[in-house]
């Protein structure tokens, strides 16, 4: 596959998921090449570089099912007419649509736009759109329904696939919701698919289209897609509204989450989808502050590209799903009259800083493990968030899948008798024997050996009260909620680090061959999943666990800072240079005392201000450092 924008090394790209302004959904059948130019002339204007564009299916493939004596079935036409002796009739495929497209094409390139394409696009937004044939059949296992999808998606590349400006397919938008499917039968539609397109045009990536945070399903559709995304609104994602939009949990949502989609499925992956919901939901100020914050931690994090949800504003159209609910009525960066509004305008601000500096891949410092018997996306998106306040980056890992090497391995809020199977668990015990670090934080301990991590658990019984981690000398005073309560003692030699509120062991650390594991007595992870303000400026110091780990295994980063509000990831350009992206995540200007390790020393700042070891950077947005020795 040739370099694509989802490639390392290319700049992130910006822009938003796109109807036309005066029609949204029926932008097809009310055709406008006028109204199209104006919203493509304004966006343009405004930084964006990137659409995702819907050929709507029933527009574009025509098709009825014509039934006989007791709806035994006929033929199938075009309407009324029958299928044309041409190659688009043959897929019930409308010539007029396709030059439509072909127009929408020529449109994009005059105002330098690239378009995703989302192909077989039957559910939007609320409302499901779908050629007449097809009413009431599966749209996913039906083979009938399938052969049909596969002749339209053949007919539609072939004849799109010279536009220049469309840089990836779509399977089509949330495809996942086109029908009820098992993993394995959507495995078989994505691969069928997949392979349609591929069959006309092996040139461009293939994009999933779809969203949902359960493990299996990326790691599904990781075998059979180019390229995954994520559609991370705080409304329908897990444990993503415990807190407000402008909080420290909100800020990382689409950075936590992307990265997590790449590690399971084990490829690529964006933000294909992202907003606010309008004013039903939040203000124009709060929702313009919350796009430059996670646009921000999305370029720092590696995730490629970030599209907003959605070009135009859709007031004035009668049809549904804008007449059903309320919420797809007010979702556009352009309002009704065409004006920019506040996030498309903190949209234009942040590609003109970011569009001109390419930076290599994040450092990773430790490898989470997520276990069995758990909310794989919850922990996930828990470690991030309390290694990013802790001062060092991560990515994750499936137990059942080959352990990559690491110095420094995480296992969060481990529970009960199945954690992992066994040849993975020696397998990892292997790897801390080598050396490596390992923190394990349980709600219960169904490891087998137990022996290695130091602790012995006298008994378990349903937790009565909070867990208490406390230890004045490493500045731990913590209190965790828990369902189950783990009596331990420690083998000797183990070293105690916090006792609970009756002394006993609360964290300790154990020494395996030249490795270590650390053991928490509570589920810090699982606990905070439902904890408000847990990342707050004055929440309890959560992540201290998180610091003391990282200390025991010897991460060391180029930079730390005196805030937790701020994070920092650090990009390798060669040996000299290093890039360090910055970001406040507050909703006040920062000054964060830096602590730069030499022979290091900053040689620029953009879009924040360096001055004798200070880092000053405005509300929820971020800045780059290049470090020079």
């Not at 900053?602 to 800045?623: P, Q, R, Y």
Request: charged share 20%; proline share 5%.
């Amino acid at each position: 596959m040739d370099k694509t924008i989802f490639s390392d090394g290319q700049p992130f790209f910006s822009g938003c998921n796109y109807w036309a302004s005066n029609a949204g959904t029926f932008m097809w059948r009310k055709w406008s090449p006028e109204a199209v130019e104006r919203d493509f002339k304004q966006l343009s204007a405004h930084g964006v570089t990137v659409l995702r564009v819907f050929p709507l299916w029933p527009d574009f493939q025509i098709l009825n099912e014509h039934s006989e004596c007791a709806q035994r079935f006929g033929e199938f036409r075009m309407g009324e007419e029958p299928l044309p002796d041409t190659e688009t009739g043959a897929a019930a495929v409308d010539p007029v649509m396709l030059e439509r497209f072909h127009e929408l094409c020529r449109l994009a390139d005059k105002y330098h736009l690239k378009l995703i394409v989302g192909l077989l696009t039957g559910w939007m937004s609320g409302r499901m759109y779908i050629p007449p044939a097809f009413e009431r059949r599966n749209l996913l296992t039906d083979p009938e329904v399938i052969r049909w999808e596969v002749l339209f998606v053949r007919c539609f590349v072939k004849n799109l696939k010279n536009e220049s400006a469309i840089v990836a397919w779509d399977w089509g938008n949330e495809c996942n919701c086109l029908a009820p499917h098992t993993n394995a039968e959507m495995w078989l539609w994505g691969n069928t698919i997949t392979s349609a397109i591929k069959l006309e045009d092996s040139s461009r990536p293939v994009v999933s289209g779809l969203h949902g945070s359960e493990r299996t399903t990326q790691s599904t559709m990781g075998e059979v897609a180019d390229i995954l995304c994520t559609h991370p609104y705080p409304a329908f994602t897990p444990h993503c509204r415990v807190d407000p939009l402008y909080s420290f949990r909100s800020a990382f949502h689409a950075a936590a989450e992307t990265t997590y989609y790449a590690n399971m499925g084990k490829k690529t992956a964006f933000v294909e989808e992202i907003g606010s919901f309008g004013p039903t939901y939040t203000s124009e100020s709060v929702s313009s502050a919350y796009l430059r914050n996670a646009y921000w931690n999305a370029y720092a994090h590696s995730c490629h590209g970030a599209l907003w949800w959605c070009a135009n504003d859709q007031t004035e159209l009668p049809q549904t799903p804008y007449d059903w609910v309320a919420m797809e009525r007010e979702l556009g960066l352009l309002r009704v009259d065409g004006s920019p509004k506040p996030a498309l305008v903190e949209m234009k601000k942040f590609a003109e800083i970011v569009s001109g500096t390419v930076l290599p891949s994040h450092r990773i410092d430790a490898t989470v493990i997520l276990t069995r018997d758990n909310d794989c996306w919850g922990l996930a998106y828990m470690s991030f968030l309390l290694a990013k306040q802790a001062g060092f980056d991560v990515q994750n890992v499936w137990c059942e899948d080959k352990l990559p090497d690491s110095s420094f391995y995480i296992m969060p809020s481990i529970k009960s008798f199945k954690v992992l199977s066994k040849h993975r668990y020696l397998e990892l015990l292997k790897k801390i024997d080598g050396g490596a670090t390992l923190l394990i934080t349980a709600d219960s301990a169904g490891l087998q050996p137990l022996e290695p991590t130091g602790v012995i658990i006298e008994t378990i019984f349903d937790a009565r009260t909070p867990a208490k981690v406390i230890s004045k000398e490493r500045g731990l005073d913590l209190t965790i909620p828990r369902t189950t309560h783990m009596m331990l003692s420690t083998a000797p030699g183990t070293e105690l680090l916090a006792v609970d509120a009756e002394g006993k062991a609360a964290f300790c650390c154990a020494q395996y061959g030249k490795g270590k594991i650390l053991f928490l007595n509570a589920p810090l992870e699982s606990a905070l999943l439902t904890t408000p303000d847990a990342f707050s400026e004055t929440a309890q110091h959560y992540s201290r666990i998180y610091e003391i780990a990282a200390e025991k295994a010897g991460v060391e980063r180029l930079v730390k800072r005196s805030d937790r509000q701020v994070t920092l990831t650090e990009h390798i350009i060669d040996s000299d240079t290093v890039a360090v992206v910055a970001v406040n995540n507050v909703c006040s200007c920062c000054n964060a005392a830096l602590e730069i390790a030499p022979p290091w020393k900053v040689d620029k700042c953009v879009n924040g201000t360096f001055d004798k070891g200070n880092l000053s950077i405005a509300e929820k947005t971020g800045a780059i450092l290049y470090l020079k020795k």
